[in-house]
Nanobody, 120 residues
Framework: QVHLVESGGGLVQAGGSLGLSCVAS????????MGWYRQAPGKQRELVAT???????EYSDSVKGRFTISRMNAGNTVYLQMNSLKPEDTAVYHC??????????????WGQGTQVTVSS
């Protein structure tokens, strides 16, 4: 089994900054990609940013230039730095990891989510 533990988040005023961390632990053979998704009330879950084992990154258009994703700890930790936050960034942010637990078997894993609230 693989567990994702998220930290960070909270309440911030518009224009402020927050950081989110996610640590993966358990039966990890190799991490493929890790990233963050978010879900606002009444909306579908959407991609925020991801980073793969090769260091490539992908961002949603709505956060480009404001958010930065990075990996550390042999690729089992992902960090999301969020700057210039806007009220529309308010959502529950979920960590996602695509992980091989054996040389042949991989799966998608999700964290429980952490609330980010940006006040205007």
């Amino acid at each position: 089994q693989v567990h994702l533990v998220e930290s960070g988040g909270g309440l911030v005023q518009a224009g402020g900054s927050l950081g989110l961390s996610c640590v993966a632990s358990g039966s990890i053979f190799r991490s493929i990609a890790m990233g963050w998704y978010r879900q606002a009330p009444g909306k579908q879950r959407e991609l925020v940013a991801t980073t793969n084992a090769g260091g490539g990154t992908e961002y949603s258009d709505s956060v480009k230039g404001r958010f930065t994703i990075s990996r550390m700890n042999a690729g089992n930790t992902v960090y999301l730095q969020m700057n210039s936050l806007k009220p529309e960034d308010t959502a529950v942010y979920h960590c996602n990891a695509k992980i091989y637990t054996t040389p042949r078997d991989w799966d998608d894993y999700w964290g429980q989510g952490t609330q980010v609230t940006v006040s205007s």
